[in-house]
């Protein structure tokens, strides 16, 4: 017979598999971690409520130059929404990159994913006060 503790097998999958120490965590709230694998400090969060994907980015604004050096090193890049404590981040495709659905780089916070063992494409902080664009248009404000 098996001991009996209080966490559910599935609750501690999540928490290897993700990263993230608390189920509650989930959601679209990114947080500041540090990289399981390489020890940096780094901005994780989902990019939806619901069939998210799990974005672990390096906490440093990019610009429009940094933005394309990330894809043309094929290297994702997320839109973080919000103010400090309460970040949420969605994905940028080139639909959005070129302005068709989102704001360009230089009038919204950008960053790059997290790549370990690789430095940062950019080191300029993420600014503590919003950019002018804090909403996330996708989320329905009911």
Sequence with gaps: MTPHTNTPHWVDTWTQTSG???PRLAGTTTRPRTCRTCGALT????DAP???????????RLT???????ILLGIPTWQLWGTPGSYEIT??????????QNTPADKCTVLATHRCGMRPISTDPIPTHPTRTTTNPDRIPF
């Design 20 to 22: 993230l120490p608390n």
């Design 43 to 46: 901005l994780t969060g989902y």
């Design 50 to 60: 619901l069939a998210a994907e799990l974005a672990t980015c390096d906490p440093y």
């Design 64 to 70: 429009p130059h940094h933005e394309t050096a990330a």
């Design 91 to 100: 994905r940028r495709t080139p639909n959005h990159i070129n302005g068709t």
